[in-house]
């Protein structure tokens, strides 16, 4: 039979031991983060889409414009190169919502503070399809 005292004692016990659990459980999520869900190495446009040169489409699944020129398709991730935010068609060209980096509608940088201009990834047609291949 448990007295008071002893009852007491365990409780405590208890709720001291679950209060640590707690914390480590803590501890153990800073240090290891989840891993975020992988990014599709590339990414599949289909079907073709009919761009004019000039014409430029978002594709957010592959976070990049594609866009299309005297020499055909290309694709522009759309990370801007200053800090990762996400870069908008403004115009002919792009810009960053969030320092106002401008860039031209081929990706050059026009306006920092972004260091770069935006990344160039490779486009590639395959069974009808457009491949954009990301990162
Ligand atoms: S993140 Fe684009 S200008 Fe800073």
């Known amino acids: 039979m448990l007295d008071r005292r ?3 004692i365990l409780f405590t016990k208890s709720a001291l031991a679950l209060t640590a659990l707690g914390l480590l459980d803590g501890v153990r999520r ?3 983060p ?3 869900p992988s ?3 590339q990414v599949r446009v289909q079907p073709i889409p009919e761009l004019q040169p000039g014409q430029q489409l978002w594709l957010p699944q592959a976070r990049a414009w594609l866009g ?3 020499a055909g398709f290309y694709a522009l ?3 801007c ?3 990762g935010c996400t870069v908008r068609g403004e115009g002919q060209g792009f810009r960053c919502p969030c320092h106002g980096s401008q860039f031209g509608p081929a990706g050059a940088l026009q306006h920092g503070p972004a260091p770069r201009g935006l990344t160039r990834l490779t486009v590639r047609v395959e069974d009808e399809a457009l491949v954009v ?3």
């Open 39 to 41: 990014a599709p190495a």
């Open 30 to 32: 800073f240090l290891m």
């Open 77 to 79: 991730s759309a990370i």
């Open 6 to 8: 002893r009852f007491l």
């Open 81 to 83: 190169p200053h800090l």
């Open 133 to 135: 291949v990301l990162g």
């Open 34 to 36: 989840p891993l975020p």
């Open 68 to 70: 299309r020129d005297d």
